[in-house]
């Protein structure tokens, strides 16, 4: 700003308190990012504004009617401090709040009203419009720093909390994924399997589809825990899982059940489809050598039947691996549809 217009600005200011050499602590401390809209048509007072709220360190855009101030905040993606003055040409300042306050995220801007000293209730009407405070012109130095540093205060609270609620969000959700994933694995749980179960069954039934699944249990596990230890035998059982996930299609879901034994769903997939993965999954697991040891496990195939229920499913399909089992193991053994 040239001096002259400085010297003549700083002259329009009405100081009706003493200009105290000790501003509070709090004052002090403004970002010189924090950003404030002046939207002002009147040269003096915007460039005074412009002048002070810049030797307080706040960041300023200027402009010089609503019309412009209207665009600089519907482009603007972080809440502003605003200072409006009521009468501009274009959109006036009540209209500029009304709209304001009408957008998604429009509540968080901070906006001072200023309006003529003389205007019959000028405080009321600001803050009816949707104001968070009020200024009347000629302004007071001292108050108007009073002022924008709470609308300042105000906002970074605004962020402050907005920055929890994000990080709250994000810890709610790591949380649910947990609860729904087998940590050693990685594959969904248990519970979660049951859910996707139950919705797949659904979809199939709605839509006339078939739906088929696969359960998997290790070969004498225990004797890998007995004789390699719980460390190797938590490697075979990450390898297991990484052997299931290669091996079935991109539609499947692979669970780990509980110990050594695994479920896969199988959208719309019969039994006889579901065997030949089920086949392709035993091989591929006998032929890994996984952390050095060799594995083989016994598979059982169910088809839903019209109007079963998952736990019948999942039974059936547990009858069938107890038969693989019985049969000799390193096999896939598929019920009756
Ligand atoms: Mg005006």
Same mark, same amino acid.
């Given at each position: 700003?040239?001096?002259?217009?400085?010297?003549?600005?700083?002259?329009?200011?009405?100081?009706?308190?003493?200009? *105290?050499?000790?501003?509070?602590?709090?004052?002090?401390?403004?970002?010189?990012?924090?950003?404030?809209?002046?939207?002002?048509?009147?040269?003096?007072?915007?460039?005074?504004?412009?002048?002070?709220?810049? #030797?307080?360190?706040? &960041?300023?855009? #200027?402009?010089?009617?609503?019309? /412009?101030?209207?665009?600089?905040?519907?482009? *603007?993606?972080?809440?502003? =401090?605003?200072?409006?003055?009521?009468?501009?040409?274009?959109?006036?300042?009540? #209209?500029?709040?009304?709209?304001?306050?009408?957008?998604?995220?429009?509540?968080?801007?901070?906006?001072?009203?200023?309006?003529?000293?003389?205007?019959?209730?000028?405080?009321?009407?600001?803050?009816?419009?949707?104001?968070?405070?009020?200024?009347?012109?000629?302004?007071?130095?001292?108050?108007?720093?009073?002022?924008?540093?709470?609308?300042?205060?105000?906002?970074?609270?605004?962020?402050? =909390?907005?920055?929890?609620?994000?990080?709250?969000?994000?810890?709610? !959700?790591?949380?649910?994924?947990?609860?729904?994933? @087998?940590?050693?694995? &990685? =594959?969904?749980?248990?519970?979660?399997?049951?859910?996707?179960?139950?919705?797949? !069954?659904?979809?199939?039934?709605?839509?006339?589809? *078939?739906?088929?699944?696969?359960?998997?249990?290790?070969?004498?596990?225990?004797?890998?825990?007995?004789?390699?230890?719980?460390?190797?035998?938590?490697?075979?059982?990450?390898?297991?899982?990484?052997?299931?996930?290669?091996?079935?299609?991109? +539609? @499947?879901?692979?669970?780990?059940?509980? &110990?050594? /034994?695994?479920?896969?769903?199988?959208?719309?997939?019969?039994?006889?489809?579901?065997?030949? =993965?089920? #086949?392709?999954?035993?091989?591929?697991?006998?032929?890994?050598?996984? *952390?050095?040891?060799?594995?083989?496990?016994?598979?059982?195939?169910? +088809?839903?039947?019209?109007?079963? @229920?998952?736990?019948?499913?999942?039974?059936?399909? @547990?009858?069938?691996?107890?038969?693989? !089992?019985?049969?000799?193991?390193?096999?896939?053994?598929?019920? !009756?549809?």
């Amino acid at each position: 700003m040239p001096s002259s217009a400085t010297a003549s600005a700083q002259s329009a200011i009405a100081v009706t308190t003493p200009i *105290s050499n000790e501003i509070p602590k709090f004052a002090q401390a403004v970002p010189t990012q924090s950003g404030v809209l002046i939207a002002e048509d009147d040269l003096l007072s915007r460039q005074m504004l412009l002048f002070l709220l810049t #030797e307080w360190g706040y &960041g300023v855009t #200027e402009a010089c009617n609503g019309d /412009e101030a209207w665009q600089i905040l519907i482009e *603007s993606r972080q809440p502003m =401090l605003v200072i409006l003055d009521w009468m501009m040409p274009g959109i006036e300042g009540p #209209e500029i709040v009304r709209r304001l306050r009408g957008r998604a995220g429009g509540h968080l801007h901070y906006i001072i009203i200023m309006t003529a000293a003389n205007m019959k209730d000028a405080a009321t009407l600001a803050l009816d419009a949707g104001a968070d405070d009020f200024i009347s012109k000629p302004f007071d130095r001292n108050e108007l720093r009073a002022r924008v540093g709470v609308g300042h205060r105000m906002l970074l609270l605004h962020q402050a =909390l907005a920055d929890k609620m994000n990080c709250l969000q994000k810890v709610t !959700k790591r949380i649910a994924r947990l609860a729904r994933t @087998d940590e050693l694995t &990685g =594959l969904p749980n248990r519970r979660s399997f049951r859910e996707s179960l139950t919705q797949a !069954k659904g979809v199939a039934c709605r839509h006339g589809h *078939s739906i088929s699944l696969i359960s998997i249990d290790l070969d004498h596990f225990k004797a890998v825990n007995d004789t390699l230890g719980h460390s190797m035998g938590d490697q075979v059982l990450q390898g297991v899982a990484r052997v299931v996930r290669e091996t079935v299609r991109c +539609q @499947d879901l692979a669970s780990r059940w509980g &110990g050594e /034994e695994f479920l896969i769903l199988l959208p719309q997939t019969t039994s006889e489809a579901g065997a030949l =993965l089920a #086949e392709r999954i035993r091989r591929n697991l006998e032929e890994a050598n996984l *952390s050095g040891t060799q594995i083989t496990a016994s598979l059982g195939v169910a +088809q839903l039947r019209c109007g079963e @229920d998952v736990n019948t499913l999942i039974q059936r399909a @547990d009858e069938a691996l107890y038969r693989a !089992k019985f049969e000799g193991r390193n096999r896939v053994v598929t019920a !009756k549809p």
